[in-house]
């Protein structure tokens, strides 16, 4: 299974954006039955967890984007999505997406870029 993320682009901060990871390959009670994840990686920091979703569709997002970020799934496609609202120059990553337990490839990631 990869991961294929898109949705990224160069938006001024308070904008929005709504990024889309498609789950290329995964048998469908495999994506469903799993919990998935958003991350993103800033240039020279670690890549970090920024938010979740079980099977069962509860969602957890970390402090720096929780009200301003909304992770979602939609099985059927096999695609979980990241709306993102108010952005921050802070922001500005490579956004990924995977299983939260990191066991599919990861993709080449989608790049949001906040200016002010």
């Known amino acids: 299974v990869r991961m294929v993320e898109s949705g990224g682009d160069l938006v001024q901060a308070g904008g929005s954006l709504r990024l889309s990871c498609y789950a290329s390959?995964?048998?469908?009670?495999?994506?469903?039955?799993?919990?998935m994840a958003w991350y993103r990686q800033a240039p020279g920091k670690q890549r970090e967890l920024i938010a979740t979703?079980?099977?069962?569709?509860?969602?957890d997002h970390a402090d720096s984007v929780k009200g301003r970020f909304t992770i979602s799934r939609l099985n059927a496609k096999r695609m979980v999505y990241l709306q993102m609202n108010s952005l921050k120059p802070e922001d500005t990553a490579v956004y990924y997406c995977?299983?939260?337990?990191?066991?599919?490839?990861w993709g080449q990631g989608t790049q949001v870029t906040v200016f002010s």
């Open positions: 995977n299983r939260h337990d990191n066991r599919w490839s």
């Open positions: 979703i079980t099977s069962g569709g509860s969602t």
């Open positions: 390959g995964a048998i469908l009670s495999d994506f469903s039955g799993n919990a």
